[in-house]
């Protein structure tokens, strides 16, 4: 299974970005999805993720900011990024963590918030 990432970049603080992760696996939507990050310095946190049934989680820091769901015909993960603040600022990596009992992640994309 392979994980492919997409759509870092540089924002201005306020703007937004969207990530997409694409999925070798055809089945994927029947598995659990997210989205992690990793600032300089810190651990890799949770951003978001999305059940196979469609529910959603998200951490304080990004809720009513982001969003995260899937396209089934695409076989990808999105996440939108609204109101995009400088402590946004990390690595991104899409997560699978369990396809067949095992984990996979993306190559990570890097997103940079300026002032």
């Known amino acids: 299974v392979q994980l492919q990432a997409s759509g870092g970049g540089l924002v201005q603080a306020g703007g937004s970005l969207r990530l997409s992760c694409e999925s070798s696996l055809r089945a994927f939507g029947s598995y659990p999805m997210g989205w992690f990050r990793q600032a300089p310095g810190k651990e890799r946190e949770l951003v978001a993720s999305?059940?196979?049934?469609?529910?959603?989680k998200y951490a304080d820091s990004v809720k009513d900011r982001f969003t995260i769901s899937r396209d089934f015909a695409k076989r990808t993960v999105t996440l939108q990024m609204n109101s995009l603040k400088l402590e946004d600022t990390a690595v991104y990596y899409c997560n699978a963590p369990n396809i067949r009992g095992r984990e996979y992640w993306g190559q990570g994309t890097l997103v940079t918030v300026s002032s």
């Open positions: 999305i059940s196979s049934g469609g529910s959603t």
